[in-house]
Structures are given as structure tokens and as C-alpha cells.
């Protein structure tokens, strides 16, 4: 006999929507914590761009020098520029595993505008501040003015640019976290609605017979 398993279609449809909206908390969680992150990149790109620099205008060449030096010691930067990269990658990875596909586009923008900036940053930001650094102690310094004078001004283009592509990215990833909502919410309610009240049993069918199969057949055909 050949045992022959038939399943309902329906219930492998609500298995696998089940799945699926099972992966969906970790999923929007880290979703939520790179639009956390990214928008404390942008806030402070930002804050920099229309509050630290213009107000370092107008002070002298020796006081600029120093703050700026002071800036790069902080390793608090480095971190948050990290982790919006690795939590928007991830949220990337699990949104294309679980989320809508939608949503996935959404976060993969994200992950390229955000490209762009740590593309800007370690290009541009970066290599003018290890310049900066290099010239050591500002009183040991016998032209402030032009050390200064070749730093600040590609610097500041530099997080202008870079400030405006994060808010984009921002912008995607709250889209993205958006769509990932709605998208939860409707495969929840169709998981709901296609559960079936009784799920058929397994079938069994025998397997058809032969002459060869039956001595007392095969007999009489004989």
C-alpha cells in the first residue's frame, strides 16, 4: 500500500502568513532603532551644520583650532556613525526575510543614502581632521589662519552634504517603518480570517492492486 498525505492548501497558506508575522517584532524593532540612530546621525550633522560652525565663524583662529581638535577626541561620533550602519543593514537583512516588499525598498534606500554620507565622511570629514590633528599644538602653529583657512571651508560643504542625506535617509527608514506597520497589521488580519475552524486529515489511499500483486487473481486470469 501507498500511503499518499494529502494537505490542506489552506492551512500551509496560514502556516506560512504565520511565519511570517511571527518574525515581524524583531523585525520592526530593529527598524525602529536604526530610525533612532539615523536620526540622531542627522540631528547632529545638523546641529553642526546651522549651529557649531556658524557660531566658530566668528571666533579667532587659535579658538577655532582648539574646539575643532577637541571635536575629534570624542568617540562618541564614531559609535553613532557605526551603529546606524550596522542597525540599517540589519533592519535590510530582516526586512527582506519577513517584512513587506515594500518596506524592504524602503530600508535599502536608506542604506545607500547613508552610503553616501559615510562615503562623504571618510572622503572629505575625516581626512581633514587627521589633517588638523597633525598640526599638533595650535601655539606651535606660526600660521593659524591658514591652517584654518584649508580646513573649514571643504569641511563645512562637506557636512552640508552629508546632512541633507541622512534627513533622506531618515525620511526612508520612517517610510519604511511605516510600511512594515501596515503590512503587519494586514498579514495578521488575513492570517486571522484564512485560519481555517477544522483542518481535513491526513488521506490514506490503498494502492492499486495487480494480477501479480494476487496469487488467487493471477490464477484466474490464467
Not at 81 to 98: D, E, I, S
Not at 150 to 172: D, I, K, S
Amino acid at each position: 500500500m501507498i500511503d499518499r498525505d494529502v494537505r490542506s492548501p489552506v492551512a500551509e497558506t496560514v502556516r506560512s502568513a504565520r511565519h511570517r508575522v511571527d518574525g515581524d517584532g524583531p523585525t520592526g524593532l530593529v527598524l525602529g532603532a536604526a530610525l533612532v540612530a539615523m536620526a540622531l546621525v542627522a540631528g547632529l550633522n545638523y546641529t553642526f551644520s546651522v549651529a557649531v560652525m556658524p557660531n566658530l565663524a566668528g571666533a579667532d583662529d587659535r579658538t577655532y583650532v582648539v574646539i575643532m581638535q577637541r571635536f575629534n577626541e570624542n568617540p562618541v561620533f564614531q559609535v553613532s556613525f557605526t551603529g546606524a550602519l550596522v542597525l540599517t543593514a540589519l533592519a535590510a537583512v530582516l526586512q527582506r526575510r519577513h517584512g513587506p516588499a515594500v518596506a524592504t525598498r524602503w530600508t535599502v534606500v536608506a542604506l545607500v543614502l547613508y552610503g553616501v554620507v559615510l562615503a562623504v565622511t571618510v572622503g572629505i570629514n575625516v581626512p581633514l581632521n587627521y589633517e588638523l590633528d597633525e598640526a599638533v599644538d595650535p601655539d606651535r602653529i606660526t600660521d593659524l589662519a591658514d591652517v584654518r583657512n584649508q580646513f573649514e571651508g571643504p569641511w563645512v560643504v562637506a557636512n552640508v552634504v552629508r546632512t541633507l542625506f541622512c534627513t533622506a535617509a531618515v525620511a526612508a527608514l520612517a517610510r519604511a517603518l511605516f510600511l512594515h506597520g501596515r503590512g503587519t497589521a494586514d498579514r495578521k488580519a488575513g492570517a486571522s480570517a484564512g485560519r481555517p475552524s477544522w483542518t481535513p486529515p491526513a488521506t490514506t489511499f490503498p494502492a492499486a492492486s495487480s494480477p501479480s500483486a494476487d496469487p488467487a487473481r493471477a490464477r484466474s486470469v490464467r
